[in-house]
C-alpha cells in the first residue's frame, strides 16, 4: 500500500516562496495522476494542481501563473513549487492520488503566509 510523507510547509510572508516535497513509500508511478491538495480551517479539502505520469498537468484558477507540479521518478516523489505566495494560500497541503486515491491521507504539511 502507498503511503506519502508531505515536508517542506512553514511561515513566509507575502510574495515569498516555498518548495513542498510528498515522498512515497511505494510506487508513486502506480497511481497515474497525483495531486497536491490543500485544506483550510473550516473549508473543505480543494485539488490545487495535477500532473499524470506523462508530464501533463493542471491547476486551479487560484494557483495558475504561481504554483508548479512536479514529479522525480527516481526519488519517487511530487513536488509543488509555490511563488508569490498570498495569505489566502494559508493552509495544510496533502498530496494523494486524483483519480484513484489511497484511502488513509498523510499528516499533511502547514503553509501559513503572514506579515
Known amino acids: 500500500q502507498v503511503q506519502f510523507v508531505e515536508s517542506g510547509g512553514g511561515l513566509v510572508q507575502p510574495g515569498g516562496s516555498l518548495r513542498l516535497s510528498c515522498a512515497a513509500s511505494?510506487?508513486?508511478?502506480?497511481?497515474?495522476?497525483m495531486g497536491w491538495y490543500r485544506q483550510a480551517p473550516g473549508k473543505q479539502r480543494e485539488l490545487v494542481a495535477s500532473?499524470?505520469?506523462?508530464?501533463?498537468?493542471n491547476y486551479a484558477d487560484s494557483v495558475k501563473g504561481r504554483f508548479t507540479i512536479s514529479r522525480n521518478y527516481a526519488e519517487r516523489t511530487v513536488y509543488l513549487q509555490m511563488n508569490s505566495l498570498k495569505p489566502e494560500d494559508t493552509a495544510v497541503y496533502y498530496c494523494?492520488?486524483?483519480?484513484?486515491?489511497?484511502?488513509?491521507w498523510g499528516q499533511g504539511t502547514q503553509v501559513t503566509v503572514s506579515s
Open positions: 494523494n492520488g486524483v483519480v484513484t486515491k489511497i484511502s488513509s
Open positions: 511505494g510506487s508513486i508511478f502506480s497511481i497515474y495522476v
Open positions: 500532473i499524470t505520469s506523462t508530464g501533463s498537468t
